[in-house]
């Protein structure tokens, strides 16, 4: 099972980029996928959960209402749009598949992440 995470770049603050997870060994439509991200000195965050299961999609309160997750499943691909960028979005970003546990979302299974970094 291989996870990996695309598009990351420089952009300005307010800017917007639109991230690829691309999946490997495995059908996405079959399981929740989530995104995290990981800034220096920073524990890790993590930024959402789609669980296809219900059909909801958990957010956390730091990207709610500028990040939106979707999935393409005859490409196999989950797709993390980033709107209203800002600086402290800056960090690796890593896609991988994600679970409730005990109230917290837990991340497993993720590959190579992309850097995106926010700065005028």
């Known amino acids: 099972v291989q996870l990996q995470a695309s598009g990351g770049g420089l952009v300005q603050p307010g800017g917007s980029l639109r991230l690829s997870c691309a999946a490997s060994?495995?059908?996405?439509?079959?399981?929740?996928i989530g995104w995290f991200r990981q800034i220096p000195g920073k524990e890790r965050e993590g930024l959402s959960c789609?669980?296809?299961?219900?059909?909801?999609?958990y957010y956390a309160d730091s990207v709610k209402g500028r990040f939106t997750v979707s999935r393409d499943n005859a490409k196999n691909a989950e797709y993390l749009q980033m709107n209203s960028l800002k600086p402290e979005d800056t960090g690796v970003y890593y896609c991988?598949?994600?679970?409730?546990?005990?109230?917290?979302?837990?991340?497993?299974?993720w590959g190579q992440g992309t850097l995106v970094t926010v700065s005028s």
């Open positions: 991988a598949l994600c679970r409730l546990d005990l109230g917290e979302y837990e991340y497993d299974q």
């Open positions: 789609n669980r296809n299961s219900d059909g909801s999609t």
């Open positions: 060994g495995l059908t996405l439509d079959n399981h929740a």
